[in-house]
Nanobody
């Protein structure tokens, strides 16, 4: 089993920045990909960044250029740096890890971008 704990969400004004962190514990040796998803009210959960164990990254066009995903394998931590935030970035952001018995999800952290 893998446990994921997110932090770093909050309220920010348009154009502001936030950095989300997610720390994994438990059977972390089995983790391959780590990712961030978000879900806004009434919408489906969507991928906003993924980083594999070897450092390969993927960011969808909707956030490319504004979001950066990074990972520190020795600390079992994945980060999501978000800049130039827009109201449409408002959502609950979830950390995701894929392991031998995964996928695993964190409890989510709220990001609210105000005008």
């Amino acid at each position: 089993q893998v446990q994921l704990v997110e932090s770093g969400g909050g309220l920010v004004q348009v154009g502001g920045s936030l950095r989300l962190s997610c720390v994994a514990s438990g059977d972390t040796f089995s983790i391959n990909n780590m990712a961030w998803y978000r879900q806004a009210p009434g919408k489906q959960r969507e991928l906003v960044g993924l980083v594999s164990a070897d450092g390969t990254k993927f960011l969808p066009n909707s956030v490319k250029g504004r979001f950066t995903i990074s990972r520190e394998n020795d600390k079992n931590t994945v980060f999501l740096q978000m800049v130039s935030l827009k109201p449409e970035d408002t959502a609950v952001y979830y950390c995701n890890a894929v392991g031998a018995s995964g996928p695993y999800w964190g409890q989510g952290t709220q990001v609210t971008v105000s005008t």
